[in-house]
């Protein structure tokens, strides 16, 4: 049933325990009381009339018994699980099987459930409509309903935002939502303490060993990886950072996105002038090229059909002129020269 890692940890593969039809146990469980309670209650008249105290002792025993001890405690065998819900059970502190599947069961009634997450919720993510108070609320109430069973079904944690530096040092603020499941209820229950916890704290501690090995946004390298324009390759790696240590808990990792990406509040004027900066030098540079390609096409022009002839000075008035005008932040007012350009 189990394998030792040396570390601690067993390997419990999951076990199908023996289960019975809850109606039927139910019905017959339900009308055994009352003939017991029956027979309880002749019991009491038999000892009473002394028509036959050994058959009224029998009798009052027998559904004494039954009706008071028996049946209450077959009822605690009785178990209600709904779609992608399981029920990890133990005997007397020994792993005795997961229930799964749908429907009204009956297992050993001394079995318990075990679930250390139950009173656990996740960490959500509000909508605006939707105050994070309420959203706790929500949640909590989920977890109540739940009990002890533990859901089968895709998850989403999303944790705080958090700040760490980057590969260059720069603090960001970053945010991350991971879609995740149990797929082994052994594992989530028994490898770890609480398997919720234990998920959040992995996913923080692989975001921070992730997000330092890119910077925040590449330095004019367009092969260069960075946070915010390789988020999916960095996405991918933090969905299989994260499974690897997890993988002892038995949940699996669907999916992982970046959901908030920012410079730290201490740096990010700096951070933004920075970037204007750059935007208008790689902006200037277009215009200037682009002056330089017109102002070389008009001399051309004029060459070409001898339109006029110009000596070097005058080339270079007229060059010195059209890149203003090309390259000016406000457009240029005409002057007419009514006099010899000479």
């Keep these: 049933m189990a394998e030792n890692t040396g570390r601690g940890n067993m390997h419990y593969e999951e076990i199908i325990p023996k289960a019975k039809n809850g109606m039927g146990v139910l019905s017959m469980n339900v009308f055994l009381i009352i003939v017991g309670f029956v027979g309880f209650i002749w019991g009491i008249v038999f000892l009473e009339n002394q028509n036959n105290i050994a058959l009224g002792v029998f009798m009052l025993v027998v559904g004494g018994v039954y009706s008071f001890i028996i049946g209450p405690i077959i009822f605690a065998g009785l178990k209600v699980l709904k779609p992608n819900e399981a029920l990890v059970l133990t005997l007397f502190g020994k792993y005795y099987g997961t229930l799964k599947g749908e429907g009204f069961f009956f ?15 996740a960490t959500t993510t509000a909508s605006i409509e939707q105050p994070l108070a309420m959203a706790a609320g929500v949640n909590a109430q989920a977890a109540a309903r739940m009990g002890k069973k533990i859901s089968l079904k895709v998850m989403t944690l999303s944790n705080d935002k958090q700040k760490i530096n980057d590969q260059l040092g720069n ?27 234990f ?15 890119y910077p925040y946004d590449a330095s004019g390298n367009d092969n260069e990886k960075s946070l915010r324009g ?22 699996e990792i669907e999916e992982a996105r970046i ?7 201490e740096i990010a004027a700096v951070m933004l002038q920075r970037q204007q900066a750059s935007a208008i030098i790689d902006a200037r540079q277009m215009i200037v090229e682009g002056a330089v390609g017109m102002v070389e096409m008009a001399l051309e022009k004029l060459n070409e059909n001898n339109i006029v002839q110009l000596d070097e000075e005058r080339k ?7 890149l203003v005008v090309l390259c000016g932040n406000k457009d240029a007012q005409p002057i007419v020269n009514s006099g010899s350009i000479y």
């Design 107 to 121: 297992v050993n009634p001394f079995v318990v459930a075990v679930n250390p997450a139950a009173n656990t919720v």
């Design 171 to 197: 603090p960001i603020v970053i945010g991350i939502v991971v879609i995740w499941k149990v797929v082994n209820t052994t594992k989530a229950v028994f490898n770890v303490d609480n398997y919720k916890e």
């Design 199 to 213: 998920l959040s704290i992995q996913c923080d501690s692989a975001l921070r060993n992730i997000v330092r090995l």
């Design 230 to 251: 390789s988020s999916q390759e960095v996405a991918s790696k933090l969905k299989e950072e994260i499974q690897a240590k997890v993988e002892i808990a038995g949940l």
């Design 259 to 265: 959901t908030h990406l920012s410079y730290a509040q």
């Design 316 to 322: 270079a008035a007229m060059v010195s002129n059209l």
